[in-house]
Nanobody, 124 residues
Framework: QVQLVESGGGLVQAGGSLRLSCAVS????????MGWFRQAPGKEREFVAA????????NYADSVKGRFTISRDNAKNMLYLQMNSLNAEDTAVYYCAARLVQSVVRDPTRYPYWGQGTQVTVSS
C-alpha cells in the first residue's frame, strides 16, 4: 500500500504563491508516477500536473502551465507543487495521487492512491 499526506494549503491573495507538499510512505519503491489534482465546489476533479517518480518527466494542465511547478525529492519521499501567480480560479481542494505505472496520464481514475486533500483558497 501507499500512503499520501498533503500539506501546505491555505488562504492567499490573488497574485500570491503557495507550495504544497505530499509526504509519501509505504511501498514507495513501486511508485512510478505521481500527480496533483484539484476539485472546486460543484466541479469534477481535474488534472493539474504529474511527474514520473524516477525519470522526472512532467506534464501540466494548460491552465497552470508557466505558473505551477511540480517536483519530487526521491530521497525524502516527497512531492511538491509550487504555485505562483494564483488567481481565484485556482481555489479548490488539492490532492496528490500515485500510480504504479511509469507513464504520465491525466485521467484521475488511473491513479489508485490518493491523499486526503488540502484546501487552497485564493481571495481576489
Amino acid at each position: 500500500q501507499v500512503q499520501l499526506v498533503e500539506s501546505g494549503g491555505g488562504l492567499v491573495q490573488a497574485g500570491g504563491s503557495l507550495r504544497l507538499s505530499c509526504a509519501v510512505s509505504g511501498r514507495t519503491f513501486s511508485i512510478y508516477t505521481m500527480g496533483w489534482f484539484r476539485q472546486a465546489p460543484g466541479k469534477e476533479r481535474e488534472f493539474v500536473a504529474a511527474v514520473t517518480w524516477s525519470g522526472g518527466t512532467t506534464n501540466y494542465a494548460d491552465s497552470v502551465k508557466g505558473r505551477f511547478t511540480i517536483s519530487r525529492d526521491n530521497a525524502k519521499n516527497m512531492l511538491y507543487l509550487q504555485m505562483n501567480s494564483l488567481n481565484a480560479e485556482d481555489t479548490a481542494v488539492y490532492y496528490c495521487a500515485a500510480r504504479l505505472v511509469q507513464s504520465v496520464v491525466r485521467d484521475p481514475t488511473r491513479y489508485p492512491y490518493w491523499g486526503q486533500g488540502t484546501q487552497v483558497t485564493v481571495s481576489s
